[in-house]
């Protein structure tokens, strides 16, 4: 009999592990204070705005995408840093480079590891992909449980690692020593992502060369350019050279590149967001620590995850915060250790002024 519904032959034909998802949630942030999805909370100046409007008419959009990144690849070498000897590679954001990896490396059944709770879509991708995710729990204090790490190395030996540094969601950077230990002992790649680097005043960057086995990711979006969707992976030529297999051919479109060389060219604009919000940091940690039941945890991203205790939990402050319209990450439910844990992007001194004052008031009114 031919099923007469969609959801009949959809039970048939899309795999069970798809179905029993829900789609990765995006909320709404109509008219309110957005301090959810560590977006940089500066626009762009007039005059970087006008120069990219220039770029765009300038561009045709009849055409794919040319084949040769060369001038792209050359701004964003020096732009970033990119050592001359490594090699370099665009991604659709750094979410797509995330899969490249994995399409790559990882048999249907090869694991894939990463220490735990840290970002979402290294399961998410892993598993998309056919491979096994194995997430190696934090320590109570949510730091890098290496001797755990070295175990579940050895245990499940992994295609790929990925070390978020600093950690999303926890703000953590693993030590240097630690890191390297990790190097040193897996047995595949390891994927050093640094999407936070600019809040961290640390990189691998530097030292890439002398890492045969691990490649470094970045992205553009959480210094100002989110909505672009530009990533970035640079490792040794040859890693580089696998993964440019599977890339799709036109990944990168035309507008994204003609924006991104115009603003590359303003990059002290950036740097002054990102220092901006380095400096802002501290203050705003500080203030929620002295909240009554809030512990901060300690972070080098453009974030703070706090903790609530007391007659507080996550989801009544995640609400009231709503209520409020301040929208904050409720990561409470996504991990044990991150019960009644709240992650709040760094906004601008106005933002943070007006989350302090409403937490404030939540945390009174009980
Ligand atoms: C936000 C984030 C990314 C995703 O970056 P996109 O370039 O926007 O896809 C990658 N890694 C970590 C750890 C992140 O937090």
């Not at 179905?19 to 100046?45: F, H, N, Q, T, W």
């Not at 995330?98 to 490396?105: E, F, G, K, N, S």
């Not at 995710?133 to 109570?140: D, K, N, Q, R, Y």
């Not at 705003?284 to 009554?292: E, F, H, S, T, V």
Request: proline share 8%; glycine share 6%.
């Amino acid at each position: 009999m031919t099923s007469r519904t969609a959801a009949d032959r959809i039970a048939g034909t899309v795999r069970a592990d798809i179905r029993a998802l829900s789609a990765y949630p995006v909320p709404p942030a109509a008219g309110g204070i957005k301090l959810d999805a560590m977006e940089c909370p500066y626009e762009l100046p007039d005059a970087v705005r006008e120069d990219i409007a220039r770029a765009v008419h300038d561009t045709a959009l009849n055409r794919y995408p040319a084949g040769d990144t060369t001038e792209l690849a050359h701004d964003v070498r020096k732009a970033f840093g990119i050592p001359a000897e490594s090699g370099v590679l665009f991604g659709n954001g750094s979410d797509e480079l995330i899969h490249l990896i994995v399409q790559a490396c990882c048999e249907p059944g090869d694991t894939v590891l990463s220490p735990w709770p840290s970002f979402v879509y290294f399961d998410m991708a892993a598993r998309f992909d056919h491979a096994r995710f194995v997430g190696v729990p934090l320590t109570a204090d949510l730091q890098l449980d290496l001797p755990a790490m070295l175990q579940a190395i050895a245990q499940h030996r992994p295609k790929v690692v990925f070390l978020a540094l600093p950690n999303n969601p926890t703000g953590g950077l693993w030590p240097d020593e630690a890191v390297q230990a990790i190097i040193d002992t897996a047995p595949g790649l390891v994927v050093l992502d640094e999407a936070y680097q600019p809040f961290a005043d640390h990189t691998w960057m530097t030292r890439l060369p002398t890492l045969p086995h691990a490649v470094i990711l970045r992205t553009v979006s959480k210094i100002g350019l989110a909505g672009l969707r530009f990533g970035y992976l640079s490792g040794h030529p040859d890693w580089i050279a696998q993964f440019d297999k599977v890339r799709p051919p036109y990944n990168l479109n035309v507008l994204t590149q003609a924006a991104l060389r115009v603003v590359l060219r303003h990059k002290s604009v950036l740097d002054q967001q990102a220092a901006q919000l380095r400096a802002d940091r501290e203050p705003l940690a500080r203030a929620l620590a002295d909240l009554p039941d809030v512990t901060v945890f300690p972070s080098a991203g453009n974030f703070i995850l706090a903790r609530f205790s007391g007659e507080f939990d996550g989801n009544t402050v995640h609400l009231a915060l709503k209520t409020r319209k301040i929208l904050v990450k409720n990561v409470s439910s996504a991990h044990p250790l991150l019960a009644n844990c709240l992650r709040i992007s760094i906004g601008t001194p106005a933002e943070n002024t007006a989350l302090l004052s409403a937490l404030q008031d939540i945390l009174r009114s009980h």
